[in-house]
């Protein structure tokens, strides 16, 4: 069982293009107390994709919370 520490849902869609899309990312403490990042996207409706990262400590997770959050804000991405 993983514990969410920080979390961020994104949305974009755009109806003329038939784009609907979804982006998570996480930063999750494992059982261990490892700092894991875990990002899902994909088709809004499914499940999509997911990749979970391990990273040395919780303020290096932060930053690439950040500079993911930050990437798909500027590509149209919006926060629910």
Not at 9 to 29: A, P
Not at 41 to 52: D, S, Y
Not at 64 to 75: D, N, T, V
């Amino acid at each position: 069982m993983t514990s969410s520490v920080r979390d961020i849902y994104l949305e974009r869609v755009d109806t003329t293009g038939n784009l609907s899309r979804f982006y998570v990312v996480e930063i999750q403490q494992d059982l261990f107390g490892e700092t894991l990042i875990v990002r899902r996207w994909g088709r809004i409706g499914t499940h999509g994709r997911q990749l979970a990262s391990r990273t040395p400590s919780l303020v290096e997770a932060t930053k690439q919370f950040e500079r993911w959050s930050s990437a798909k804000a500027r590509r149209g991405y919006r926060q629910l």
